[in-house]
């Protein structure tokens, strides 16, 4: 907590050097330093004071922008204080200063994180619009659903017609002979027996026509947005998590479904009924149809406040949903490592906390029904309570039949609970507008990465690979600012590039530029002479095979993760890459062979397997250019050595880059590439490298040998 003349820290939980609710003031004007520091799973914010003291405030990696720009406030109030505040060079104000968050160009709200457009300008017709153009494809099965819905329609509006004849004809005494009445009985009690059959045949008929086409409308809305998902850039994922993907591949799709299967067809019902109600009371009795259609207007107030009010919540409902969405995923796939951190706590707390905000969206949702759905019963009472008191008197003057006063009551519920369903249609309609515009939102991201009009096909490579002044950027930098600047290289076919350097130096930026998983800033990557951003996306990967450092399989079999670039390879080819990988041994040990089901990421194998069958994946696929991403560094040194093996036959006669933190692994490159701040610092091989006194390279090697020998000594 900050004031203008002083700071005050506490921690209610009592850790962090504080006691149970104890309070800690710092004085602005004995600051003398500010700074915050971001580590792998938190950041913290240190406090210097003139007498020598410091006070961290960590904060969880979530909240940097927030502590970043807090950071900024305070160092402005101690500056107020003391001119010879916290002083820090431009780079660092630069790295510490909070990043601009997005705004609507229209009317400059800040955009929800990872959106692209601004919610509140989208408007909803046009979304909704744009879901029924999914009907097109299908108008023969819309055109039957209308038939049989306005069939429907005048079937549910017929019984208050012949129960209107039935008291009038056949129940009131005097009216008609005696004979006449029984015949007029029987003949309205079928009659009415028939519409009772009819509409139950032609409800099941609506209700498979209505249900084959909401099917088929998802099937064709999450089909089209996974496969646009597949062609979407890596900085699509970068920006967005997986539970709000996922969520919106499924919630929000399920969402529009029920709007094609259920709220639209019930919406063109009302409208149809309520436009035959007002038609049969007008003709039949003018001043009631009046009386009956004089609640409709206070309703459709009522109806128009409750749309405006529920709106902004139900995009928070789903908002929060997809945080949910983010926590399961999250814990889920790391569950090994929540058991391990014994955090399973710390997960229940936070998805309780998911759950409670989504729980104050929905009570809010529930205190607007609370108003409004009351209040809608009570304006339709008040209507028959005006039938009453008007059409009772008529009927005992004569001007009006029981048969026409129950028409008109039968009519005005019908007329009225149309109009209560219609806020709750609204309610619907706001579900799935704010739905359709996460879909659609997807759907219109256009690829960064995606192949140009004039595009060929990358013919069979020799692996000439050349960099040419490449300057890379993400979208979130600002101009000027780097990842990697300035990189000349050339790898000649056959050559093994070793890519070393710290963490954060920009190696595995290099390559993901080489796959094209990102463009260039500026500047140009040819293969063969091919500029890789003229050539087709799919010719270019299908000839480059990656080995990453975290070995990625897919639910299935063993065989199916190998053979998985080529889905065509025989078994014999499988074999063949298995045994080039150091694999087939250690498969044939399972009862079931190549077909073993290896899991849910492949979780019923260890590392060094896993490992060794993405690199048979790469073998079968046969690659010109091969990219290995720290492929032996999480594994045993047993292993290391079968998944070497396995490597050097993989390398003969392609071009290769690879990144290695085990620089012993490199040893034998034809050049090593050292990287230092997202620019190439050294270039030679390793006895070239290791003769420079001051290389970082040669600091590398040693720091690593230190560490070994270390070890041993431990031992």
Known sequence: IATDQRLLIVNPDGTGGLGDGEVQEVPLDQISTLETHEFHGLGTLEIGTDHGGTQEIPFSRSLVDKFAEARAVLEDAVKQLRPDGPEEDEEEEKRHRPTPKPRCTECGRTLPPGADRCPACIKKGALLVRIVQYVKPYWHLSLASFLLSVGLTLLELTPPLLFALLIDRALTPGRLPTSERYSTLWMLVGILAAVYVVRAFMTGARTLTIGWLSQRIMFDVRTEMFEHLQKLSLA??????????????????????????????????????????????????TFLAVLVLLPALPLAWMSRWFRRTIRPVWRKYWQQQARISTVLASSINGVRVVKGFAQEQRENRRFRSRMHDFLRVNMRTIRIRMIYFPAVALVSAVGSIIIWVVGAPMVIQGALTIGELTLFMSYMWSFYQPIGQLAEIQNTIQQTATAAERVFEVLDIEPEIRDRADAKDLPRIDGHIKFENVHFRYESQEPGEYVLKDINLEAHPGELIGLVGHSGSGKSTLVNLLQRFYDVTDGSITIDGHDVRDVRLKSLRQQTGIVLQEAFLFSGTIAENIAYGRPDATREEIVAAAKAANAHRFIVRFPDGYDTEVGERGVRLSGGEKQRISIARAILNNPRLMILDEATSAVDTETEQLIQEALDRVMQDRTVFAIAHRLSTLKNASKLIVMDKGQIAEVGTHEELMEKEDGIYRKLVQIQTDLSQNVVLHE
Not at 254 to 273: D, Q, W, Y
């Open 236 to 285: 699509f994922y970068d920006k967005r998590s997986l539970g709000s993907i996922m969520s919106r591949v499924t919630n929000d799709t399920s969402v529009i479904n029920g709007f094609v299967a259920t709220t639209m067809p019930e919406f063109l019902l009302i409208v149809i009924k309520l436009v035959l109600i007002g038609v049969i009371l007008f003709t039949r009795n």
